[in-house]
Structures are given as C-alpha cells and as structure tokens.
C-alpha cells in the first residue's frame, strides 16, 4: 500500500462550480501537509501549507486535515478556467522529504 | 522570493552520453536539496536528497553511479546522468528547502524535460 493516496481523476467540473480534492495516508507521524498545483510540463507550486489538524482558508482554497481520519482535503471555491492543471498532495513528518500523492487532473470547464 | 531554477529545460542527447542538469536557488541558501523524476501522468518520484558539502542520499533502486549529484554550494545541484539510455527519458524535477525554516517547505525548480535518443 502506498503511503498516500489520490484519485487521480481526470475531474471535469463547469466554470463556478466548487472543488473537493482529496489524499488519504497511512503513516500517522506525517505532521505537515501540503497542496501543489502543476500545469503541465512546469513545476510544482505550492498552493496550501497546513500543520497538524485543521482548516486554512487562502483566497478560493481551503485545506483541510483530519488526522484522525489520515485524510486530507482541498476546496476550489468558484473554480476557474485557469485552476485547470494537476493538483498533488504532499506530507511529511518533520526533516524528511515529501511523500507526494499521485495528483488528481482537473479540468474546469467556461 | 524563493525562486529555483532548472538549466537546461530541455534536452536531448544521444544514447550513451551523460546530461548534467543544474538546479539554482537564487533568492535563498538551500542547505538541502532534492530531485525527483515524473513520467506522463505519474506523480513525483524522489530519487536524492543532497545536503550541501556532503554526499547524496538516494532511494531505493536509484542507481548512484547512474545519477550522479553535486550539491558544491549553498545556491546550486546538479545532477548528472551517465551513459543515458532510452529508459532515462523522463521529467527532472528538483526542489530546495531554505536554510533555517522551522517547517519543511519545498520550492520547485521548473523542471527539466530529458529524452534520449
């Protein structure tokens, strides 16, 4: 079993529509979790950072982390032509490298 | 701020030649640095972690003397593929954690995309 996992899609939705991407994990020591969004042939940017349990809200995105559940979401409020790209997971336990999930494809449709 | 950047971000060699991918913090020292691989609809897959001064770190099945890393400096990687084959054809991608963060964020270089003849 992977340590992380992510739909990965594709996911079509219309322009406006909100959001629901999510990562279940399975190592309980994972403590810092992140979102990235990558278009194609480019990098990884980083979209949300979240530490431990919670929810962050950052302009149309919301993370969410229920440790107690190893999952973690990413809410695109009024999404956007422009949001379509590939949305990976990441976590990581405090000094080690990211552990990505395999990115869900988005697609928003005008 | 925290800009990382990618030379070259293409290429492509023949089968049996070495690339040598570079990877530049430029706005940040990065004590750390890592590089990854992604092939077509895959996710990111780490190959090294590499501290500055010291020797590469790799994962499992990631042959050292293929995938050769430097990291000579604070603001510069490089990662050198050996005797490149077809199979090496892929997306390199690395990333740098800044020197003194309290957490583990990673900025992403641009990528580099390899195919070999």
């Known amino acids: 079993q992977k340590e992380v996992e992510q739909d990965p899609g594709p996911l079509s939705v219309p322009e406006g529509a909100i959001v629901s991407l999510n990562c279940t994990y399975s190592?309980?020591?994972?403590?810092?979790f992140m979102w990235y969004r990558q278009y194609s042939r480019k990098g990884p940017e980083l979209l949300m950072y979240?530490?431990?349990?919670g929810n962050k809200e950052d302009g149309r995105f919301t993370a969410q982390v229920d440790k107690s559940s190893k999952y973690i979401s990413l809410f695109i409020r009024d999404s956007q032509p422009s949001d379509s790209a590939t949305y990976l997971c990441?976590?990581?336990?405090?000094?080690?490298?990211?552990?990505f999930g395999k990115g869900t494809s988005l697609l928003v449709t005008p | 701020g925290a800009v990382v950047s990618q030379h070259p971000s293409w290429v492509i060699c023949k089968s049996g030649t070495s690339v040598k991918i570079e990877c530049r913090s430029l706005?940040?020292?990065?004590?750390?640095m890592f590089w990854y691989r992604q092939f077509p609809k895959q996710s990111l897959m780490l190959m090294a972690t590499?501290?500055?001064?010291?020797?590469?770190?790799?994962e499992q099945g990631v042959e050292k003397d293929k995938f050769l890393i430097n990291h000579a400096s604070l603001t510069l990687s490089t990662l050198t593929v050996t005797s490149a084959h077809p199979e090496d054809s892929s997306f390199y991608i690395c990333?740098?954690?800044?020197?003194?963060?309290?957490?583990?964020?990673?900025?992403f270089g641009p990528g580099t995309r390899l195919t070999v003849l």
């Open positions: 990333s740098a954690r800044a020197s003194g963060t309290s957490y583990n964020e990673q900025f």
């Open positions: 190592n309980s020591a994972f403590q810092y």
């Open positions: 979240t530490y431990s349990s």
């Open positions: 990441a976590m990581t336990h405090s000094g080690y490298a990211l552990n």
């Open positions: 706005d940040f020292q990065a004590t750390t």
């Open positions: 590499s501290n500055e001064g010291s020797k590469a770190t790799y």
